[in-house]
């Protein structure tokens, strides 16, 4: 373990003009002549819009300068860097949050929600919902180091752990995931939390079922046809999971040789898995958001690590539980109407898996809840904080 170091991210200009002259020298080829919206995966006419606002308007060093507004830091933690914001807030060192984002996001997904988290009373909120914030960089991720080899959820968990307790000092502390950040919060619960005898995570909350219960079976006419609609929408959007999983390298090829190429994997899963019922990609999110994001899969040249991620879940098991078992750290979930690829499951099915204790239906939202809604993400965590 080392003391944490303060981190500032200021990426050279080399390495900037390197990614916009890809970017400009991308050769486009022609779309099927039917193609309509998003039908064939990414849309033709959006990603040109995308690179044309990427080479005349976007201005990394704004986001660059927005992105260091929170502190941020680096720690060695068993061998790893690992990369994190950390925002001692109104708490004042009492009441820590860890938050772990996933695939294809980052720590900027939750940048709209820092502020009210941190220091609520001057976002509306009462200084009592405060909380010291802890969001680190997955292992392979932005700023974190890259490992020699995948690391993955359960491992990740354990660095979570021992960052939280034995780097920053926190004994106990909460934790909040989606995606894969689920997948690490519910192995926090499962094997670092105070349920396991051990101290650590007094609760979690998701925004993404992780576990499956074992058996797997459905128990009633309700988890049937989940499962086989489940099945159905991984039949539909899980072809990039089975490449990550399987053949990581053979994609990591491609993508790290070509920013357009990896803003366009990114972006269609922003597509895909977004509340899209009532806005455009490019109302829920501004042009500069998105690109930030992909950004910090290019400056640090990240791709490829962050998608060894998924070969890690099959080299440590997958998720499903033994027979009988389940988290039994309080855990609490959200369930955003928008999330199309993982659907949630009915509380039955998640019950067998976790120690459910609170449930919410959210009126709006997708898979990447704290950018698209934070206002309705912030509010949640903190009433989940509250009963806690």
Known sequence: MTQPQPFKINIPEAKLAQI??????????????????????????????IQRYWLDTYDWRKAEAELNRWPQFTAEVDGQTIHFVHVVGEAKGKRPLLI????????????????????????????????????????????SGKPASPVGQRATAALWDKLMREVLG????????GDWGAMVTSWIGKKHGAAAGKGGAKAIHLNMMAFRPG?????????????????????????????????????????????MGTAAWILEKFHGWSDLRERSLLEVY?????????????????IATSIWYYNALFQEGGNQLPDGERCETPT???????????????????????NITRWREMPRGGHFAAMEEPGLYVEDVRAWAREV
């Open 100 to 143: 772990t984002h996933g695939w294809p996001g980052s720590v900027y997904e939750f940048w709209a929600a820092i502020g009210p988290l941190a220091f609520p009373s001057e976002h509306g909120g009462k200084a009592e919902d405060a909380f010291d914030l802890v969001i680190p960089s997955l292992p392979g991720y932005a700023f």
């Open 215 to 259: 058996p797997p079976v459905p128990q009633t006419a309700e988890e049937t046809a989940w499962l086989k609609n489940a099945q159905l929408m991984m039949q539909m959007e899980g072809a990039y999971l089975m490449q990550q999983a399987t053949k990581p390298q053979t994609l990591a090829m491609a993508l790290m040789d070509s920013p």
């Open 170 to 177: 926190y004994p106990a502390y909460l934790a909040q995931g």
């Open 286 to 302: 501004t042009r500069d958001q998105l690109l930030t994001n992909v950004m910090l899969y290019l400056v640090n040249d990240a």
């Open 20 to 49: 916009r002259a890809r970017v400009e020298a991308y050769k486009w080829f022609p779309a099927p002549a039917n193609e309509q919206g998003f039908a064939y995966g990414m849309s033709t006419p959006v990603m040109q819009d």
């Open 332 to 354: 609490a979930f959200a369930s955003y109407p928008g999330e199309r690829y993982l659907l949630a499951p009915p509380q039955s099915w998640a019950s067998r898996a976790y």
